[in-house]
């Protein structure tokens, strides 16, 4: 989760897209996740519930 994680901090930081439309940016930098939507949703989920319980990700 380490890797989706540290991009996602950096998709959020370059102000490129609103984070809950990061998903298709999240499939183009990794392939696997290209066909797997459920997966995306999982990554982006807990990345969003990082922000809640820790008070800003990482």
Known sequence: MEKYFTYLDCLRH???????GARPYLQRKFPELANDPG?????LR????SYRTEGGGK
Do not use: D, K, L, P
């Open 46 to 49: 807990a990345w969003m519930n």
């Open 39 to 43: 997966r995306v949703r999982e990554i």
């Open 14 to 20: 370059s102000g490129v897209t609103n984070m809950y």
